[in-house]
């Protein structure tokens, strides 16, 4: 049988073999009890071969000699039993999905649990290894989810249905792929890849006549091939240190540029601190100055001597040493030790000054 | 009695027999070419439903109706620009004229090896006769970004004339002529896949290293100088606040020195004999400390009047 027996359910086998064997069996024998035998065992297998139940999520697809006559809901159905009617259940609910490049376990069958996931043969991966638009390599795993929207097409227009769409989901994945760089296809354009892919593959479908409805492409895991990783990761890394290096600089203007800007204010605040003080000052002296011009008119001879002699006054209190040099003194001079000449005495002036 | 039973049995059995030779059922996904003694017998039957036949002299001979598929072998092509590849491709096909495909076939094992030989044979020339990229890619469109490959490298590999899709259905018109002898319809020809040969893809790996090597350089570099500029950027903005700063503090120190200067020689300037005068008596004492030693002589002005006391005591 071409049909793929997890999908559909072919029941009913030849009924004139079946009559032959019973013919065979029974056929010397003869007599009433042997019809009657016959009579009750046809009429259960005809029982039997005309009952079929589709289940919630199939349709049932009626052949009456091998003609398409009808399509069956979900439920109990009686049909015309050996072998004249047959039915092909398909599920139309059900939503199917393939896989590429990976194998999930555990996905479909048994109770729901965590999916495991084989990274599958050589085989398996070698469905996912693909080249980009710019030459390079990249490995992409993909699923596709889809179901049959008419059972019919499904059934009896193409052969090998499955093994037919995974193909054209594999092609179709390469020539959108195709038209990607690698960098597109690992990053930014994994939404484009599977929107494109998805659109062209329903395309292809319909053009074969699978009856066929894709709902879903999703990228999984695309990655660059395993040799070619660690360059791949280099490059993040370099990504990453590009921002650091950014990010350290403007983290330095900024601690910088504030400070500056604070220093500039001090600056400023100095010079006008400088430029009151500076005028005040000027005011001040000038004030002072004023005052003191205004005595000194008065008696300028007089205040001029005062001033001197106040000052002189101070500077010799202050002086930690004098030395009065006197007419007499004046030829003395030269001989004098400059460097002890703290508290020396010379000549007869000193004296008076010591006084 | 007995003997009457067994005759109907036989006669039964034997109606049977030849009711069931003499009808036949036609399947939605079949096609059949009928034959008497070995001799095709009118049209073939492509309706599903029963059908029926000359008991015993006719044969049945099946053939699929549906598409059927056709996988080809990976093959080992080298491409015009001399790059070594696996293609993979498929066909979709369908017996259209079944006694002629019977005639030529005879089933679908012959005509799946017969199509072996036509499209792997097209494929092989079609791809050995362009571009690897013609095989790849499908449009010229642009990529988004502007990471990999170099420029020039790049507009290059924009230049795609022919495509994938061109491409497969050169191989497909040029098999399908062909494939029209045998009652056979090809519709399809795809590329499953295209890989490098094991020697290429080493060397499309190494590529692809240095490649992203090279861009990670750049973006280093790219970080660095980003970096340098800001550090400039910084150092500019630095520059510009202190001396900005220096500007203004001295102009208003110089503002305010010139005001002082001003407001001294407004306030000096009435007498500057006597402001000289009193600026020395300020600064003498300022001028001397401890350390200072004195020398005086006695006819200076302070010891003047000194004397002049003395003398006149």
């Not at chain 1, 005062?306 to 010799?316: H, I, K, N, P, S």
């Amino acid at each position: 049988m071409p049909w793929d027996p997890k999908i559909i359910q072919q029941d009913g086998d030849d009924p004139i073999a079946d009559l032959r064997r019973l013919m065979d069996k029974y056929g010397k024998g003869g007599g009433r009890k042997l019809g009657v035998a016959l009579a009750v065992l046809l009429g259960v297998a005809a029982l039997a071969t005309s009952y079929v139940q589709i289940e919630p999520d199939e349709v049932g697809v009626l052949l009456r000699l091998g003609k398409f006559t009808d399509t069956l809901g979900p439920g109990p159905h009686f049909r015309i039993p050996f072998g004249v009617d047959r039915v092909h259940k398909v599920p139309v609910q059900r939503q199917l999905k393939m896989e590429f490049g990976f194998r999930s376990s555990g996905g479909d069958a048994g109770p729901r649990g965590p999916t495991t996931y084989a990274a599958g043969g050589p085989d398996v991966q070698r469905e996912a290894v693909m080249l980009t638009g710019d030459l390079n390599v990249a490995v992409v795993e993909w699923i596709v989810q889809y179901k049959v929207k008419d059972p019919y097409d499904f059934l009896f227009k193409i052969k090998n249905v499955d093994e037919t769409l995974r193909v054209l989901a594999e092609a179709v994945m390469r020539i959108v792929v195709g038209d990607h760089s690698v960098n597109e296809v690992l990053t930014t354009g994994r939404q484009s890849v599977a929107t494109e892919s998805k659109i062209l593959l329903q395309a292809l479908a319909d053009r074969f006549e699978t009856g066929v409805d894709i709902q879903q492409v999703v990228l999984q895991d695309v990655n660059p091939p395993d040799p070619v990783k660690p360059s791949f990761n280099e490059v993040n890394q370099a990504i990453q240190e590009k921002e650091r290096a950014i990010n350290e600089a403007h983290a330095e203007l900024n601690k910088a540029i504030p400070r500056a800007k604070g220093e500039a204010e001090e600056a400023l605040r100095n010079a006008e601190g400088y430029a009151i003080e500076r005028v005040n000052r000027a005011n001040g002296e000038a004030d002072r100055f004023a005052k003191v011009y205004e005595e000194y008119r008065k008696a300028p001879d007089v205040t001029r001597r005062r001033m001197y002699l106040e000052t002189m006054a101070t500077v010799l209190n202050r002086a930690g040493s004098k030395v009065v040099i006197d007419d007499v003194a004046k030829g003395m001079t030269p001989l004098l030790r400059i460097d002890g000449v703290r508290d020396e005495v010379v000549g007869p002036a000193s004296q008076e000054g010591k006084r | 009695m007995k003997s009457f039973g067994a005759v109907a049995v036989i006669l039964a059995v034997a109606a049977v027999v030849v009711a069931s030779s003499s009808m036949y059922v036609l399947n939605e996904s079949e096609q059949a070419v009928i034959t008497r003694f070995g001799q095709p017998r009118g049209e073939p039957v492509t309706t599903p439903g029963l059908h029926f036949k000359a008991p015993f002299a006719d044969r049945v001979n099946r053939f699929e109706k549906r598409w059927l598929d056709w996988r080809g072998d990976p093959n080992q092509i080298p491409t015009k620009d001399k790059k070594y590849i696996w293609v993979d491709t498929f066909a979709r096909w369908r017996i259209v004229e079944p006694l002629r495909f019977f005639q030529r076939m005879r089933d679908e094992r012959t005509a799946q090896s017969r199509l072996d030989d036509i499209i792997d044979g097209e494929t092989r020339n079609a791809i050995a006769a362009y571009n690897l990229i013609e095989a790849v890619r499908a449009s010229n469109r642009p990529f988004e970004d502007d990471e990999s490959a170099a420029r020039a490298e790049r507009e290059e590999l924009e230049q795609v004339t022919l495509g994938r899709d061109k491409l497969t259905r050169m191989i497909l018109e040029r098999a399908s002529v062909v494939v029209r002898e045998f009652g056979v319809e090809l519709v399809d020809v795809q590329i499953r896949r295209i890989n490098y040969v094991h020697e290429v893809e080493v060397k499309v790996f190494d590529r692809m290293i240095s490649e992203r090597r090279r861009i990670a350089e750049r973006s280093r570099s790219e970080g660095m100088g980003r970096a340098a500029e800001i550090r400039g950027e910084k150092e500019r903005e630095l520059r510009r606040i202190r001396s900005e700063a220096y500007q203004k503090a001295q102009e208003i120190t110089g503002k305010a020195d010139a005001e002082a200067s001003n407001i001294y020689a407004k306030a000096f300037g009435r007498d500057p004999e006597f402001y000289q005068y009193l600026r020395t008596l300020e600064q003498y004492p300022i001028a001397v400390d401890g350390t200072t030693s004195l020398f005086m002589d006695a006819n200076s002005e302070f010891y003047r009047y000194l004397r002049s006391s003395a003398k006149q005591r």
